[in-house]
């Protein structure tokens, strides 16, 4: 997500795609910030000084994993690059905790690095974890430039793809020989760099079950005409959660119209099933300007289907606003929710500053009583 804004200041999309709407009784109001601190900081620690984002909450019989992007600096890399300041790099890191509040970083973190030179060498976010016969299973976005330049010239392919690491004690993992798993689509005009929707990054994974088959929800970027861009969620669909194949319908979640306040990202899908109900929580935004402009517009919308397939955002979005957090006055943004007793339990993360001088992105919490 770290990424995403930066590379999403270069084009504006001019129109959106919306779709069926459907009234639902989890308005905005219902959902509670629990705490309204956050539950991870940056800036406690070197290892994510810059920024604490993009979390993902997996509950087992060990307690809460909080997987989330740490951008920061080791102590090697403070010594190598003395007397100069080191340049910060994006990673996954992981927290854990007792009750899913207060949280420990642990100290082995960063527990998955940039790569030394293959696609992923630049950095790493979005990470989804997911146990799958008794190994967590680790989804990422990486990435070997940060620069819409470097692919629009041919000197990079993409701007991200997703990737798998695999552990048995969810701390030390190992990446699959066979990544990435999934690529953005090819373009269709490299001068241009026009393709589908999905043909500049693929991130911002999600996977659940679904019978025998494992269905993958992502965010994709991408242009289908010259100087517009499109954020939006897609399917890739998998039955052993390494070769994926993207669904034909997408994508499944598009942009709003030019006056919904998510018409210019549609992003960071999470999803369970619940109640014989697929839900969908995602983050939207309805301004993108200069770079130094605020971003006050990043809230949490939901969209519901029957089959996964089929989605219809609630007309009460945006169900989360960040009215009320002075911690997070810029947004708030990659929801990761999973149900618990009965209650709705969110984590995501939020923003003060602006694109240039953020001073806090840190991850917080709320819960939503069904």
């Known amino acids: 997500m770290i990424k995403s804004i930066v590379f999403i200041l270069f084009f504006m999309v001019l129109s959106g795609c919306g779709r069926e709407e459907f009234d639902d009784s989890q308005q905005e109001e219902q959902w509670q910030f629990n705490p309204t601190a956050p539950v991870i900081n ?15 909450i997996l509950k087992d019989d060990t307690g809460y994993k909080l997987y989330y992007t740490c951008v920061g600096v080791t102590q090697e ?35 998955l690095d940039p790569s ?8 790493l976010e979005t990470p989804f974890v997911k146990k799958i016969d008794g190994e967590y299973w680790l989804y990422y976005y990486g990435y070997d430039t940060d620069k819409i330049e470097d692919v629009i010239s ?3 392919a993409t701007l991200g793809s997703i990737g798998l690491a695999v552990s048995n004690d969810g701390i030390t993992f190992n990446r699959d020989p066979a990544n990435p798993v999934l690529e953005p689509s090819p373009l269709t005009d490299q001068d241009t760099y026009v393709g589908l929707w999905d043909s500049w990054a693929v991130e911002g994974p999600c996977i659940i079950e679904v019978g025998n088959e494992y269905w993958m929800y992502y965010g994709g970027a991408g242009s289908v005409a010259a100087g517009e861009m499109i954020n939006s969620i897609g399917l890739a669909i998998s039955t052993d959660g390494k070769t994926w194949t993207k669904a034909i319908q997408n994508p499944l979640l598009h942009e709003g119209s030019t006056s919904s306040w998510d018409r210019y990202h549609v992003i960071d899908p999470s999803v369970i099933k619940y109640n014989n109900q697929y839900i969908l929580w995602y983050h939207g935004g309805d301004k993108y300007s200069a770079v130094d402009d605020e971003y006050s517009n990043f809230n949490i919308g939901v969209a519901y289907s029957n089959n996964g397939i089929d989605w219809a955002k609630d007309s009460n979005n945006p169900v989360l606003k960040n009215k009320g957090l002075s911690w997070a006055t810029s947004g708030i943004m990659a929801p990761s929710v999973f149900e618990e007793n009965n209650t709705f339990v969110m984590y995501f993360h939020g923003l003060n500053g602006t694109s ?6 840190a991850i917080g919490r709320a819960t939503l009583t069904k």
């Open 77 to 111: 890399e403070i010594d190598a690059a003395a007397p100069f300041d080191p340049t910060p790099k994006t990673r996954i890191c992981v927290a854990t905790s007792n009750d899913g509040i207060a949280f420990t970083k642990h100290p082995n973190n960063p527990i």
């Open 154 to 156: 041919g000197d990079k």
């Open 116 to 123: 030394e030179s293959a696609w992923d060498s630049y950095g």
């Open 42 to 56: 940056n800036g406690n620690d070197i290892i994510d000084i810059v920024a604490a984002s993009d979390p993902c």
């Open 356 to 361: 240039s001088t953020f001073t806090i992105w």
